[in-house]
């Protein structure tokens, strides 16, 4: 059932980074972000929590942020060789007199992807924190 789990999620994060490189330079800023940064911890708490092996648990939160830094990676690399990241970039950089919204023109920075690597296992080891905390109260109750 583990392998099962591993391949939809790699088949996941491949489709994603796919369909993010196609639609890339007509996306929005917000929409790249939830892409990016809500998107794979959410796909990641999901995977952990569902299961109920602590082991399982465990592994799943050592994995599948692997998955998701490498669909990050990916994406970047991919977006970046394809041209489409600097559309998206020339699409989505503004200024005024006001305000000036400018988008790196690396997305494959390293400095960014050791930010992804944090905040993608710092969730999913937080979820598996707080998942088996929760497992050992459940275990702890007794019913009438």
Do not use: C
Not at 98 to 106: K, R, Y
């Amino acid at each position: 059932m583990m392998l099962v789990t591993l391949v939809m999620y790699a088949a996941i994060y491949f489709g994603l980074t796919l369909l993010g490189n196609q639609f890339l330079s007509s996306m929005s800023v917000v929409l790249y972000l939830a892409l990016i940064y809500l998107l794979p911890p959410l796909l990641n708490v999901l995977g952990i929590t569902l299961r109920k092996n602590k082991t399982e648990k465990l592994s799943l939160s050592l994995i599948l942020p692997l998955f998701s830094t490498l669909f990050y990676a990916a994406l970047s690399w991919v977006t970046e060789k394809s041209g489409s990241w600097q559309a998206f970039v020339n699409h989505n950089t503004v200024s005024n007199q006001n305000l000036t919204v400018e988008i790196e023109a690396n997305g494959f920075d390293p400095s960014q992807i050791i930010f992804m690597v944090l905040v993608y296992f710092g969730i999913s080891l937080t979820a598996y924190y707080l998942s088996t905390k929760k497992d050992k109260k459940q275990r702890g109750k007794q019913y009438a």
